[in-house]
């Protein structure tokens, strides 16, 4: 047994590299299998995470085969000689399939759809005049519905899942014209052209200075989410509060968050 073949995690990722090298100069298909199985794993995590925002009809082992799809299309479009991490690459490649096909089934119902749009311009509008995030009362008022209305319909957003995530963020693009979403700036899009890669900086800057402003339990509630990959039931016992309110708080950032990005890209 070679020296490499005793140290696990050597092995490991030198057997990696020689499954890439095998699979993109001979387009073997015993390698493009293997790298697949090597990482499936990345699609059950994904699944995981976008399953958490959407109804419980939503049947999670759908959301793992829409993202198998995204994982092979990463294995055959992933360039290696790039140095870029392919697990950053393939998980927005994953989510990507995944909402692709959520969007095509119309898994948002119109009623929600209309309320997200309500609410956006209420949020803009507000925004636009006094320079600070609204409060509830403030985009309850200008909506002329109930504080209790707005919580219901913040709530109602966030359990169909990402929705002010799953949207173009001012028209902006990423690499090859693809459009680039909320949810992209956040994760690192970094793989592939320098131009891309300029572009998924200047939005994760632009995504930095627009979390800044906002309220610190909102931005506490987007740091825990996204950067710190913990649950909404476990964000919402460090905050002592529920995981519908954390639901709410979410969403609303996320509003707001779109606003100041949309108002940058202008």
Request: proline share 3%; hydrophobic share 40%.
């Amino acid at each position: 047994m070679s020296t490499d073949q005793q140290d696990g995690s050597r092995s490991t990722g030198d057997e990696i590299g020689q499954l890439w090298s095998d699979f993109k100069s001979t387009a073997d298909p015993q390698a493009r299998e293997a790298l697949i199985v090597q990482f499936s794993p990345l699609v059950k995590y994904v699944a995981g995470r976008v399953a958490a925002g959407l109804p419980q009809s939503v049947d999670q082992a759908d959301l793992v085969s829409y993202g198998m799809f995204g994982l092979i299309d990463a294995i055959d479009k992933f360039e290696p000689e790039r140095g870029f991490k392919f697990e950053t690459y393939a998980i927005n490649r994953i989510k990507g399939a995944i909402l692709d096909e959520l969007r095509s089934i119309d898994w948002v119902p119109r009623s929600v759809r209309s309320k997200v749009r309500q609410i956006e311009q209420a949020y803009a509008k507000i925004e636009a005049a006094h320079h600070r995030p609204p409060s509830d009362a403030e985009l309850a008022e200008e909506l002329e519905w109930t504080e209790e209305q707005l919580g219901t319909a913040l709530l109602q957003i966030s359990q169909v899942g990402l929705a002010a995530l799953d949207e173009s963020v001012g028209g902006r693009g990423g690499e090859q014209g693809e459009s680039m979403t909320l949810g992209d700036t956040i994760a690192d899009r970094s793989a592939g052209s320098p131009m891309g890669a300029f572009e998924a900086a200047e939005s994760r800057q632009l995504l930095g200075e627009a979390i800044n402003t906002l309220p610190e339990r909102e931005k506490l509630v987007l740091t825990l989410y996204y950067y710190e990959n913990m649950t909404l039931q476990e964000i919402g016992r460090v905050l002592g509060v529920t995981e519908s309110r954390v639901c709410q708080i979410h969403t609303k950032a996320l509003f707001h968050l779109r606003t100041r990005i949309d108002d940058s890209a202008v």
